[in-house]
């Protein structure tokens, strides 16, 4: 069995000896906590050497880089070159290579939680990768190197004067031997003595290592953000007890049963090496292992009464008539006939706007209030479709800029301007805000109008909770019909798949049929050859408006759910089959007394799913990237699902081209379908 020693030189009692798994393998791992004996700690160095596969050393002032080269404290390199054969490693290559991506990742994910906010770092010096990142991400840094090592009182705010700070004194701190005194304790009674501490303590996120912040006094932790290279279940419990609303932890849990910092863990990876580590060899462990960084919740701040979370939004005209409904086009509207392409072509020239706002949203789970920026764009359907992605995408991204300027938290994307280019992937990789389509709640409430329109004709039986009927979904390969189409091949007997290229129906069908065995999936790119059969229909198409079906075909009782905006399916063409039920895709009601100032086109509190699940994400405090791009999971459904039914999202009343859809009109498509059905 393989065996690594761990020397923690910046603890105490902290000793152990236990066997874990790594790399699919048991592996002896024995830690030492020597707190700070150097002698205590070259002894087990020499003892172990030649005998354990790796030693490694943690709590020892690392190397640093610098422009000029590299320093190191000269108490690091005399412990560091102890061993003669057992390879010692101290975790800096794994920091050096993993950190700045592994921040940058996460950065990524959560649109920069650093941007233009105070972050406050105990040493700089210590964890000099991190300065460069937080740097580059916009992060306002106070560093505060001259107080934690030499207690002088001024803080430091860049990486140049980082650099010099330890160019001129580097000599002096040399000299600082390694122990518990030679650290600052950072008490909040002391800024009255040290100046530079006030500053420092109104920082919004504060960084440091887990030996520093395990040394140090923890008071002015409270409700405030953490960010730790490593964080163990001791310093978790420490962190709570402080008060620590959350930290942000470079290292995630990868030995089981146990955390492990960053010295450890390279000396496992080290033990299954022949040849000493290499970036590239660190690269293929972070890959293997899944290295991320992680966040976690530790305490909820108290929150303002007061305090409103805002979300965006962003609409435009479904159609030329919409046009004429802006204040300043309503006195042309008698002659929209004739202006109205010369409109929508001027229009889209125009940049993005704020159009009014959505207020009184709140949740039923948590109380909390949240409020939406309604922003809108001048183009149309055909406008957006057939203009270069990128100039779309740049009137996109600069409204989500006014939103973030404005303490929107997210933004959400409606009808078309989620289906150009890459349905929101470039939006969000520029945006300063997280970008959500809302796909996943359209998804949802899809399915949710569907099953009670169906149970409401009351037309299909339903056995063993699968609907012994037939099912279509025209669009099946887009968004919102893929996922569609995977739920209901659990709920149905049989499915039809509909869109224009047929290799993408073959490829969803065998998706589908790997999940749903028991379905009958069929594919066709005409919907005409496979509708006269169908209970349900749901259309989730960009036909703008297009006539995509016949309407005479359908069979009598069907439901037609139609998610397309404009509808599929005209009002005309519904109007002339009483017997058919075609309803809107299921728009949905928000809770609390909600008060809007823009004209959606519903009523009420109603609104469109995927506004509402900007919304949602708000009122769950899940502030991310929740739905972008063309595919949509089953977990993210499932998902949107739970926090709709504990925030009080609900299904409002059926809508179809008219209105509300009452129960006496349900009752009497339901008796127009019998009588034609017994008269065939």
């Known amino acids: 069995m393989k065996q690594v020693i761990s020397i923690a030189f910046a603890q105490e009692n902290k000793n152990y000896d236990e066997v874990v798994e790594f790399n699919g393998e048991k592996v002896r791992l024995t830690q ?52 003669k054969v057992t390879p010692l490693v101290d975790g800096q290559l794994l920091k050096d290579t993993y950190i ?29 990768v991190l300065v460069d990142v937080i740097e580059e991400l916009e992060g306002k840094l106070c560093l505060a190197d001259p107080y934690f090592f030499l207690r002088l009182p001024y803080n430091l705010h860049s990486n140049a004067g980082l650099e010099k700070f330890l160019r001129t004194l580097f000599p002096v701190m040399s000299r600082i031997k390694f122990k518990p005194s030679a650290i600052a304790s950072f008490k909040l009674k002391d800024q009255s003595t040290y100046k530079c501490l006030k500053e420092f303590f109104s920082g919004d996120v504060f960084v440091g290592n887990e030996g520093t912040v395990q040394l140090i006094d923890t008071e002015h932790l409270k409700d405030k953000t953490l960010v730790l290279d490593f964080m163990g279940s001791q310093m978790k419990e420490k962190l709570i007890k402080a008060g620590v609303r959350d930290c942000i932890s470079c290292m995630p849990k990868v030995v089981k049963g146990r955390y492990v910092n960053f010295s450890v863990l390279e000396a496992l990876m080290q033990a299954f090496q022949e040849n000493s580590l290499t970036s ?84 039923e789970s948590n109380g909390k209030e949240v409020e939406g920026l309604i922003y809108t764009v001048s183009d149309t359907p055909k406008m957006l479709l057939e203009q270069e992605p990128e100039k779309v995408y740049k009137k996109l991204v600069d409204i989500s800029k006014d939103a973030s300027k404005h303490q929107a938290g997210i933004i959400g994307l409606g009808a078309f301007t989620k289906i150009v280019g890459d349905a929101g992937v470039s939006v969000e990789q520029r945006s300063p805000i997280p970008v959500t389509t809302g796909n996943s709640l359209s998804a949802c409430s899809t399915l949710w109008a569907a099953k009670f329109a169906v149970e409401k004709i009351g037309l299909v039986e339903k056995k063993d909770k699968i609907w012994q009927g037939r099912v279509m979904v025209i669009g099946a390969t887009g968004a919102i019909g893929a996922v569609s ?14 869109a224009p290229r047929a290799y993408k129906l073959l490829e969803l069908k065998e998706e589908i049929a790997a999940i749903a065995p028991d379905c009958n999936i069929s594919v ?86 995927c506004l509402a699940e900007t919304a949602l994400l708000a009122m ?56 034609k059905r017994n008269k065939v």
């Not at 939004?313 to 030329?320: A, E, T, V, Y």
């Not at 297009?546 to 009598?556: A, T």
Request: proline share 5%.
């Open 32 to 83: 030492y906590a020597v707190g700070f004996d150097y002698d205590l700690a070259r002894t087990l160095i020499k003892k172990y050497d030649g005998i354990c596969d790796v030693i490694c050393i943690s709590g020892v002032p690392p190397r640093i880089k610098t422009k000029n080269g590299i320093i190191e404290h000269p108490g690091s390199q005399k412990i560091k070159s102890l061993t």
């Open 100 to 128: 700045p991506w592994g921040f940058r990742q996460y950065y990524l994910t959560h649109k920069n939680p650093l941007r233009n906010r105070k972050i406050s770092m105990y040493t700089g010096l210590l964890q000099k």
């Open 280 to 363: 590239d060899d660190i690269l293929w462990w972070v890959d293997k292992l899944k290295l991320k960084v992680e966040h976690h919740q530790l305490t909820q701040a108290k929150e303002d009464k007061n305090d409103i979370q805002k979300f965006a939004f962003i609409i435009h005209p479904l159609s030329k008539d919409y046009l004429f409904k802006h204040p300043l086009l309503k006195k042309f509207s008698p002659a929209k006939k004739q202006l109205g392409p010369i409109f929508e072509k001027a229009l889209s020239y125009t940049p993005g706007f704020f159009y009014g706002s959505i207020k009184g949203i709140k949740s």
């Open 485 to 498: 189409a995977k739920v209901l091949a659990m709920k149905w007997k049989e499915l039809v798949l509909v």
């Open 524 to 609: 066709t790119t005409n919907p005409d050859k496979e509708i006269e059969d169908c209970d349900l229909i749901i259309t989730t198409t960009s036909a703008r408006g297009k006539k995509i079906l016949d309407i005479s075909l359908v069979k009598p009782g069907c439901v037609i759910c139609d998610v397309s905006r404009p509808f599929d399916i005209s009002e005309d063409d519904a109007s002339s089959r009483p017997d058919v039920m075609v309803i809107a895709s299921g728009e949905v009601q928000l809770p609390g007394v909600v008060k809007s100032n823009v004209d959606l086109g519903l009523e009420g509190n109603i609104v469109y799913a």
């Open 620 to 675: 769950d405090g899940k502030l991310e990237s929740f739905t972008l791009g063309r595919n949509i999971s089953f977990e993210k459904v499932l998902e949107i699902d739970r926090m709709a039914k504990a925030h009080g999202v609900r299904l409002s009343a059926i809508m179809g081209h008219n209105g509300f859809i009452s129960d006496d009109e349900f009752a009497l498509c339901k008796s127009h379908a019998i009588n």
